[in-house]
T-cell receptor, first 114, second 115 residues
Framework: ETGVTQSPTHLIKTRGQQVTLRCSSQ?????VSWYQQALGQGPQFIFQ???????GRGNFPPRFSGLQFPNYSSELNVNALELDDSALYLC?????????????FGPGTRLTVL | AQTVTQSQPEMSVQEAETVTLSCTYD???????LFWYKQPPSRQMILVIR??????QNATENRFSVNFQKAAKSFSLKISDSQLGDTAMYFC????????????FGTGTRLTIIP
C-alpha cells in the first residue's frame, strides 16, 4: 500500500456545481500531482504542486485549481462542472527532490456529473 | 511533446505462461524515466517497474522485467509465470528529468490471466 488516501471515493454532482477532492498521505511529501482518468483511457496530467506552489499544468482550464497544505494534504477544486468532467481523479505523491524517482498514487475519486 | 503508445488494447494468457506487453514512446530528450503501472479493478494505480534511460541494464522486479531499447524508443514489459492476480490494466508512462514531473501515460493494455 502506498499510504496515499483520497476522499470521497465516489461523488455525484450536477452540471454547473463546484467540487473539492482531497488527497493525503501518511508519510511526508513535498510534491503532489493530480490526474484525470476518463473511462477506458490513461490518466491525463492536470497539475502539480511542489512545496505549496503550482509547478506545472497540463491542458486543463483555470476552473481546475488546487491547493497543497503543510500537513501533507492537498485539494483539487473544479468549478462550473461540465458533463465531460466525469472521470476518476487520481492524486500522486512523491518524497524527495524534483525529477527523481517515483510517484505513488492514491485510490482515486470517481466523479459523476449529471 | 512526448507521446506514449500501447498498441495492444487487450491481451489474455493462461496462468503460469509468459506474456509481453508492448510500449513505444516518442521524445527528443536523452535522459528520462519510464514506468509500468498496474491498475486492478480496485483502480489503485500500482508501480510495477521503473527504468532510467541512462541505464543500459534492463530493470527487473521478481517476475517482471523490461526490454528497454532506447534507440528504437521501445519499452516492453515481460511477465513470467503469470498469476491470476496479474489481471489488470497495465499502463506505460514516461517522465522527463527536468521541468515538472508530469507523467505521460499510454492508453493501457487490459491483461486477463485465464485459470
Amino acid at each position: 500500500e502506498t499510504g496515499v488516501t483520497q476522499s470521497p471515493t465516489h461523488l455525484i454532482k450536477t452540471r454547473g456545481q463546484q467540487v473539492t477532492l482531497r488527497c493525503s498521505s501518511q508519510s511526508g511529501h513535498n510534491t503532489v500531482s493530480w490526474y484525470q482518468q476518463a473511462l477506458g483511457q490513461g490518466p491525463q496530467f492536470i497539475f502539480q504542486y511542489y512545496r505549496e506552489e503550482e509547478n506545472g499544468r497540463g491542458n486543463f482550464p483555470p476552473r481546475f485549481s488546487g491547493l497543497q497544505f503543510p500537513n501533507y494534504s492537498s485539494e483539487l477544486n473544479v468549478n462550473a462542472l461540465e458533463l465531460d468532467d466525469s472521470a476518476l481523479y487520481l492524486c500522486a505523491i512523491k518524497v524527495g527532490s524534483l525529477n527523481t524517482d517515483t510517484q505513488y498514487f492514491g485510490p482515486g475519486t470517481r466523479l459523476t456529473v449529471l | 511533446a512526448q507521446t506514449v503508445t500501447q498498441s495492444q488494447p487487450e491481451m489474455s494468457v493462461q496462468e503460469a505462461e509468459t506474456v509481453t506487453l508492448s510500449c513505444t514512446y516518442d521524445t527528443s530528450e536523452n535522459n528520462y524515466y519510464l514506468f509500468w503501472y498496474k491498475q486492478p479493478p480496485s483502480r489503485q494505480m500500482i508501480l510495477v517497474i521503473r527504468q532510467e534511460a541512462y541505464k543500459q541494464q534492463n530493470a527487473t522486479e521478481n517476475r517482471f522485467s523490461v526490454n528497454f531499447q532506447k534507440a528504437a524508443k521501445s519499452f516492453s514489459l515481460k511477465i513470467s509465470d503469470s498469476q491470476l492476480g496479474d489481471t489488470a490494466m497495465y499502463f506505460c508512462a514516461f517522465m522527463n528529468t527536468f521541468g515538472n514531473e508530469k507523467l505521460t501515460f499510454g492508453t493501457g493494455t487490459r491483461l486477463t490471466i485465464i485459470p
